[in-house]
């Protein structure tokens, strides 16, 4: 039994028993990509969303979010260099504190 399993089970209101929520990624070069939604989260006034896409890599896909409707969003490209390198300390900032 690992030290999770110990510390968490069905009614532990962690969420460690949800089941994650996946989307698929389609770019430019017509490749698909399923990713994981590893979260949304708030930095300098706008929202952000980061993805683990599910092809092999340690990589995480992070795109700017904005929410369309209950059930829609939308991804944006960060194209700002400088807006990307805080948003991407941001979320590794996060992650540490986990």
């Not at 969420?15 to 708030?42: A, K, P, Q, R």
């Amino acid at each position: 039994m690992t030290e999770q399993e110990k510390n968490h089970g069905a009614d532990c209101g962690c969420g460690c028993n949800e089941e994650s929520d996946y989307i698929t990624l389609e770019f430019d070069d017509g490749v698909e990509v399923e990713c994981e939604i590893m979260g949304i989260f708030e930095f300098d006034g706008k929202e952000y969303i980061a993805l683990l896409p599910d092809d092999g890599t340690d990589d995480v896909y992070i795109y700017g979010y904005k929410e369309v409707s209950e059930e829609e969003f939308e991804l944006i490209d960060i194209e700002d260099d400088a807006e990307f390198e805080k948003v991407v300390a941001e979320f590794d900032k996060l992650t540490a504190e986990e």
